[in-house]
Nanobody, 125 residues
Framework: QVQLVESGGGLVQAGGSLRLSCAAS????????MGWFRQAPGKEREFVAR????????RYADSVAGRFTISRDNAKNTVYLQMNSLKPEDTAVYYC??????????????????WGQGTQVTVSS
């Protein structure tokens, strides 16, 4: 089992920044790809970013590329999402997630087995 706890959400004005954190416990965090997803009211959960187990490979949704940065600190069992130049359309509950096994490069939400409880991000115009 992998337990995930997000923090860092809040209310910010458009153009502002937030940094989300996801603390992991349980299995060997450093062997897992990690992902960030978000879900806005009335919409499906969507991919935001993911990072390889070593941190050397990252991928972003087109909607956040160039504004968001995913990173990780394996010594602290934590993955981060730095969000800059926030827009009202970034408003959502943000979730971190881990796939079912180590070294597994999961794609869509269905391939992630472990989820945090989510943290609300609200961007005002």
């Amino acid at each position: 089992q992998v337990q995930l706890v997000e923090s860092g959400g809040g209310l910010v004005q458009a153009g502002g920044s937030l940094r989300l954190s996801c603390a992991a416990s349980g299995r060997t965090f450093s062997n897992y790809y990690m992902g960030w997803f978000r879900q806005a009211p009335g919409k499906e959960r969507e991919f935001v970013a993911r990072i390889s187990w070593s941190g050397g490979n990252t991928r972003y949704a087109d909607s956040v590329a160039g504004r968001f940065t995913i990173s990780r600190d394996n010594a602290k069992n934590t993955v981060y999402l730095q969000m800059n130049s926030l827009k009202p359309e970034d408003t959502a509950v943000y979730y971190c997630a881990a796939p079912s096994g180590p070294y597994y490069n999961a794609n869509g939400p269905s391939e992630y087995a472990y989820w945090g409880q989510g943290t609300q991000v609200t961007v005002s115009s």
